[in-house]
């Protein structure tokens, strides 16, 4: 499912499947994707921050047109104890492989892989401070 934003309706709340995954999608040539996101992450029950969220930053072919700074999007998933996957979506190769490694957060993160938490999992995505 989708969403522009949050909040979402409650509305349709009774319909709505259980939330596994929550993917915030970054655009790295619009400021105003990056505000979205930072408006929409005061929504989101601190819970999810338990692995359950992660940020997907598109456009990063073209370095050139960025109008965001990836050290800025690092912070933000520093700030939540998120991962941050970079990628280009015009890249059919690359498309498929960010397609496949959300998948497999996605299978983590529902409980679908033994053994492997979503909690687990994020902890060996974060960047050691050690040098």
Do not use: W
Request: aromatic share 6%.
């Amino acid at each position: 499912h989708l969403a522009r934003s949050l909040p979402l309706s409650s509305e349709r709340d009774h319909l709505r499947p259980r939330i596994d995954l929550i993917v915030f999608m970054i655009d790295i040539k619009s400021k105003y994707s990056l505000k979205n996101v930072e408006t929409s992450l005061a929504y989101v029950d601190a819970s999810f921050f338990l692995g359950k969220v992660c940020f997907l930053v598109t456009g990063v072919g073209r370095v050139n047109a960025c109008s965001i700074d990836t050290n800025a999007v690092c912070k933000l998933g520093e700030a939540y104890c998120s991962p941050v996957l970079f990628c280009e979506l015009e890249l059919e190769g690359v498309r498929v492989a960010t397609a496949q490694r959300l998948l497999r957060i996605l299978q983590i993160c529902a409980g679908h892989i033994p053994g492997v938490s979503a909690l687990s999992f994020v902890s060996l995505m974060r960047k050691s401070d050690v040098d």
